[in-house]
């Protein structure tokens, strides 16, 4: 049972540019939700999808978006890119409608804005 | 912003100890996890603890949870070098539909020293 991926591994981007990054939920699963961690933080919720449609956000700028597909994957899109927007960026998939409280998360993208 | 403290920030200890690891957070929860994380890497579930449990186990692992506290506990008994990680708490916020947003704590880098 393959669990949750995330591609790509690593990217490098400069600032002002646009990244996209994507992530399969793990089999079984409908609901994703991203993250982001800087370096020597926890995770901060950026928003979950399910059904297609951003269910819940957290304190994020609107040049974070995102999309979820028929099949559960998912996108992040993040445009302007600022320096800052450097960080690991997670995925985690679980089950909304089964009432399962547990997320799993991918390994992560590890994006570098120059 | 981040909900809960992590108390210690860093933790070295010699192989066959025991680690002991709290989490203080600030709301009410519907539930409250552990996740391990090597190296920038994936997070790994290690536990979940309800609202209405007040301890767990799971291997060499024991979760106490005091919600008059508003705070946890991980002990990680009989420690290995391969315990070797960094350890977040993350909560499922009370009034927001199971499996939510998780919000976390900074963490606690634990080093175990063969």
């Known amino acids: 049972d393959a669990g949750v991926t995330q591609s790509p591994t690593h990217l490098i981007k400069t600032r002002g540019q646009q990244v996209t990054l994507r992530c399969s939920p793990k089999s079984g699963h409908d609901t994703v939700s991203w993250y982001q961690q800087a370096l020597g933080q926890g995770p901060q919720f950026i928003f979950q999808?399910?059904?297609?449609?951003?269910?819940q956000r957290g304190n994020f700028p609107d040049r974070f978006s995102g999309h979820q597909f028929p099949n559960y994957s998912s996108e992040l899109n993040v445009n302007a890119l600022l320096l800052g927007d450097s960080a690991l960026y997670l995925c985690a998939s679980s089950i909304l409608a089964g009432g399962t409280d547990t997320q799993y998360f991918g390994p992560g993208t590890r994006l570098t804005v120059l | 912003s981040q909900q809960g403290e992590e108390d210690p920030q860093a933790l070295s200890i010699q192989e066959g100890e025991n680690a002991t690891m709290n989490c203080s957070y600030k709301t009410s929860i519907n539930n409250l996890q552990w996740y391990r994380q090597n190296s920038g890497r994936g997070l790994v579930h290690l536990i979940l603890?309800?609202?209405?449990?007040r301890e767990k186990h799971s291997g060499r692992l024991r979760v106490t949870l005091d919600t008059s506290k508003k705070s946890s506990s991980l002990l990680i008994t009989a420690s290995r070098a391969a315990d070797t990680a960094s350890y977040f708490c993350a909560t499922d916020a009370f009034g927001e539909t199971s499996g939510s947003r998780l919000t976390f704590g900074e963490g606690t880098q634990l080093t175990v020293n063969p």
């Open positions: 603890i309800r609202s209405n449990e």
């Open positions: 999808y399910y059904e297609e449609e951003e269910r």
